[in-house]
Structure formats: C-alpha cells, structure tokens
C-alpha cells in the first residue's frame, strides 16, 4: 500500500512562509467555549503563532475554569456578547448551540467582525441568509465550519476526481454506522434542528462539493432505539442532482462498534472508496486490472485531536488556517456562506420529506 506524504491542502512551509509576511497578530474570541470550541478551535488557535486568542465565553463555570487552565492569558468571561462587542478583535470563531448561531454571527458582523461559524449554518435557509446578508453589509468574511472539505483525505479523492480518474462523479454514497452522540442540547430537536442537520450537514456538504446543485431529497427514518432523545437515530437520504446524479447517506446512531465513514463516488472510468479512520483510499478503474490502494499520510498538528465519540477528527487547523487567510486577504474561503446555506437546505428537505413522506423539491428560493 502506498502513503502518500505530500500536503493535499497547502504545507507546513508555506503556512511559514505566511507567517513571515503577515507577522502581525490577528486577535480572535471564542463564542462558545465548550467541549469543541475549546478542544478543537481554542487548541489549534494556540499552536498559531501569529494568531492571539483574546477572549472566549462559557455560561457553565466549569468550562470558563477548564479554558483558564489551558490559556490563563485569555479573557473568560459568561455573556457572549463581552466577547462579540470587543471592539479589539478581527474575527469571531461562533461555536454554540445551533439555535444560538444566527443570533450570535449577527451581532459580530453589526460589531465589525470576521466570522467563522460551527456548522450548521443555521436553522433554516431564512436564518442562514439574515447571516449571509449580514456579513454583505459588513463588508467581512464568512466561512462555515464543514471541516470535511478540509480534510487531506477527501482532498485527495476531489484531486483524483478532478483529474478525471473515474470519469463525471455519476453516484456517491456515505455510510456511517456509530454509536450515539452525547446528550445534553444535542438531544433536542429545537436546539439542534434535528439529527440530520446536526449530524449529517458534514455529509450533505460533501455531496453538494462533489455534484454540484441538489435537486430533490427524498428520505426516510425514525426513532427507533435511543429513545432518551427527541432526535431520530437512523435515516436513509437520498438526494437528486443536476444532470441525473445522485447521492445517498445511510445513518445509524445504535452500532456498538465502529465509526467508520465509508464515503465513495463512482463515475463511467471507475470508482474511489475512502475509510476515514483508517485514512485508506481505494481507486478501481475499469480499464485497469489492478486496484490501487492509498494511505494517506497523518498530518502531525491533527492527528492527537479525537472527537467525543472517539473518532479521529481532522481538518479544523487547516479550515483555521484559511480563515485567517481570508480575512487577511479579503479572498472568499471555499465554505463560504452560500455553501453552509445549500448544506442546510438539503438537511432540512431531508427531514422534511421524513416527516410528510413525500419527496421534496429544492426551489431555487431554497438553495
């Protein structure tokens, strides 16, 4: 098997290089400075040289203690809006409850800020484009946190893919079989949005990247094992593209073991398979015997992070690291604001078509 060494997104020497010419600190606060925006956001931010975190917020006391403990230079206060109203700071990272992140992104762009925002991006497309028009009039960037994009892995399919390996992406499909999320605010369907849109938003984006402009969704699920929650524990998505593509999510939140995401596409000349936790990528062509089998090579900065369910979780430095870019440069972030509202949408279709029954169409209105 072979390892691939090269950097999919851009190197350590050339985050060096940007250092060296932009060595000014860009000064950053922490909406939400809970499990992720503390082991995930504040984490990576600290290990940025050029980077200060001046500020971050925890309405639980044991969060604000725990983020003393890892950064005693940082400001930690309970209202998130001492954080946003700063007037010394570039950009916000909104890392709260989904519910709370219209709210939150929109008071940092009226107070001046960048905004990187935890996906998703919102509730609902309406929420999502108060936020987007929101960062218009301010003139600021918005990036959304689908750190899947980011992620050397699925970098490297997209590179295969775009060099025409398996030909026009025809199919593609994602299977995550994993044990529950944690409860507390994630149990809850006002809070979160629902399932697919707390959880699978990740997945939706992927497909939106690899096929372009969703068409119609049509799903099915439920509640069938977790029943301490509001949020249903298994689905079945299945998503119509432009030009007759199509992707599919198979989801199940009861399997004991495991937390591989098997994510896939499939054209005319062949097809890729990826495993996330094992970082393996597999190439089949039609027009070659042999199968070629790739494992992509650990990133040092990422690969110590492993997420609350246990799984390796990769690509928030890199996501990071273009946002700061960005700002620096006023260029626009590949998840920008229109890509997190047409993740939401497809979501959102998804539940929908769960709750009538029937398949939902996507109006342009809705993208």
């Not at 290089?17 to 956001?41: D, L, N, P, S, T």
């Not at 504040?42 to 725990?66: F, I, P, Q, W, Y």
């Not at 919102?122 to 990036?143: M, S, Y």
């Not at 990133?299 to 960005?326: K, M, S, T």
């Amino acid at each position: 098997m072979e390892t691939l060494t090269g950097e999919c997104l851009a190197g350590r020497a050339d985050i060096r290089r940007e250092k060296g010419r932009m060595a000014e600190q860009f000064r950053i606060g922490i909406v939400g400075a809970g499990w992720f925006g503390r082991e995930a956001h504040l984490a990576n931010l600290l290990g940025m040289d050029d980077v200060t975190v001046v500020a971050a917020c925890s309405k639980e006391e044991s969060e604000r203690s725990k983020v003393k403990g890892a950064a005693p230079a940082v400001d930690v206060v309970a209202d998130w809006r001492q954080v946003v109203d700063r007037p010394d700071l570039d950009a916000v990272i909104v890392s709260v409850p989904n519910f709370m992140h219209c709210e939150v992104a929109v008071a940092a762009f009226e107070s001046g800020k960048h905004v990187f925002c935890e996906k998703p991006l919102g509730l609902n497309t309406a929420e999502c484009d108060r936020i987007i028009a929101a960062a218009e009039r301010a003139g600021k960037v918005l990036q959304v946190g689908h750190e899947m994009r980011y992620q050397r892995l699925y970098r490297h399919m997209r590179e295969l893919v775009d060099r025409g390996e398996v030909g026009a992406v025809q199919l593609m499909w994602c299977r995550e079989f994993r044990g529950p999320m944690r409860l507390g605010w994630r149990a809850s369907e006002s809070m979160t949005g629902g399932t697919l849109l707390e959880k699978n938003c990740h997945h939706f984006d992927l497909f939106n990247w690899f096929l372009g402009r969703p068409l119609r969704v049509a799903a099915i699920g439920g509640r069938n094992v977790l029943l301490d929650r509001e949020v249903i524990d298994n689905a079945m998505v299945l998503v119509e593209y432009e030009g007759g593509r199509r992707a599919v999510l198979q989801l199940c939140l009861f399997a004991p073991y495991g937390g591989e995401i098997e994510i896939g596409v499939a054209g005319a000349r062949g097809k890729i398979d990826t495993f996330s936790q094992a970082w393996r990528l597999t190439l089949q062509r039609f027009d070659v015997d042999e199968r070629l089998e790739l494992a992509v090579g650990e990133d040092p900065v990422e690969a110590a992070f492993v997420d609350a369910a246990g799984q390796v979780n990769r690509g928030v430095y890199a996501e990071l690291r273009e946002f700061i870019r960005c700002c620096r440069t006023g260029e626009r972030p590949l998840v920008d604001g229109q890509a997190g509202r047409m993740s939401v949408a497809v979501a959102v279709a998804a539940q929908e078509s769960i709750r009538s029954g029937e398949m939902v169409t996507l109006q342009p209105a809705n993208l």
